[in-house]
């Protein structure tokens, strides 16, 4: 298992499964989908493959041996294996070489997430062979898409194929089970709420004219006013209980109190964690496109931008209407792609047994909930009525900037936390 997970990760990340968004195309999930289907047909797990359009490609694979309780729903793990772009002239190493280099597997999706991907692999390979059953029948599922929204992996199963999905009693995978070092405390860092996702175009109807008259009705000097309202609007502070859960452990172990007044000075102690701990203290919003005009001395009749916002779970209707009342009432919002905010219990039974596997292998472990600032695939099991969680087991070098790794150059993960997260994994399998 320790051996085989080093050289999975280091398989799949050799596969380009780069992802470049909607409407374009990239090299498909097809041969990482065929890939896992091998290893798992290797040791008598039959899987299904899905496919929204050609090369888009899913599985599901049901494991269900003799000796598992079959009374019990069965639990959803999954990973998708879809990495958005990376341009090699930027790293250290080729991003898709799978490179096995001081201490560290290197490559595109080495977090995010063929890493866990690789352990799923690893642990239901070895217990396979060694005749060691789940606790519960386990519904293994990788999926297309996850990089742009799942609307060709996760959310088109949920839409398309529900019935393969449809009676597990919760799904388990990224980003969470990590740990954060602070001081001398390791958190380990469960994801049991994400925030929603909005991607919204301003669109301004003006006047075309011109470019030497003067025009009052000006689209161009509309909409700047409108983005730049949103740009620098400072959101108030909107604690998710996940959120407060994180601060109180947090606060604890650095022994200063993290607050939503004064979340600069703060969270600051927090380092490498400071960036996404920020963004859910509350809504936010990034203008991310303009667009405008044909020529320097014609007036447009029409002007647009496109936003990026994230909501806290619960609270959508209150961040519309702060964008609207923001832009005023002469842009005119489209929603292109909305997903809810998705939120599980942070006290279920399936959280202690996350707790109990880590605390088996690291004793000093605190385990806290925390709410991600992004989105993963559990907004297409969200669909289904399935809690959700993040758990992907992992030690890390309290040196590493774990969060900055995701999406960024030079991602990595080291050699060690992939062998400690198949031994967590494992014992999960059995209290699970």
Partial sequence: MAHEVVQFTSDLIRIDTTNPGPGLDGPGER??????????????????????????????????????????????LHGHTDVVPAVASDWTVD??????????VWGRGAVDMKDFDAMLLAVVRQRVRSGRPPRRPIRLVFTADEEAGGVQGAVWLARHHPEQLADCAAAVGEVGGFS?????????????????????????EGTAGHGSMRNLDNAVTELAAAVAKLGSYRWPPRIHPAQQAFLDAASQALGVELTADS????????????????????????PTM?????????????????????????????????????????????????????????DSDLV?????????????????????????????????GLPCYGFVPLRLPAELDFTGLFHGVDERVPVESLRFGCRVLDDFLDLA
């Fill in 31 to 76: 041969v990482a989908a065929e890939y896992i289907a091998a290893r798992l047909d290797e040791v008598g797990v039959a899987c299904q493959v899905f496919e929204s359009a050609p090369r888009r490609t899913s599985l599901v694979a049901r494991w269900e041996p003799a000796g598992c309780d079959a009374s019990l729903p069965p639990l959803l």
């Fill in 95 to 104: 991003p898709f070489s799978g490179a096995v280099e001081d201490g560290y």
């Fill in 180 to 204: 954060l070092t602070l001081d001398r405390t390791r958190l380990y860092l469960l994801q049991t709420a994400e925030k929603g996702l909005a991607w919204i175009k301003l669109v301004v």
């Fill in 263 to 286: 979340p600069e000075e703060t969270l600051a102690r927090l380092g490498s964690m400071a960036r996404m701990v920020a963004a859910t203290m509350g809504h936010t919003v990034n």
């Fill in 290 to 346: 303009l667009e405008a005009g044909y020529k320097v001395n014609v007036v447009p009749g029409r002007a647009s931008a496109q936003i990026d916002g994230r909501f806290i779970p619960g609270l959508r209707d209150e961040f519309f209407e702060t964008v609207q009342g923001l832009v005023g009432p002469k842009v005119r919002l489209e929603v292109l792609h909305e997903q809810a905010g998705v939120e599980a219990d942070m």
């Fill in 352 to 384: 202690e047994a996350m707790r109990s596997a880590l605390l088996r292998h690291d004793p000093a472990a605190q385990v806290v909930p925390y709410l991600l600032s992004a989105g993963t695939d559990a907004k297409g099991w969200d669909e289904l």
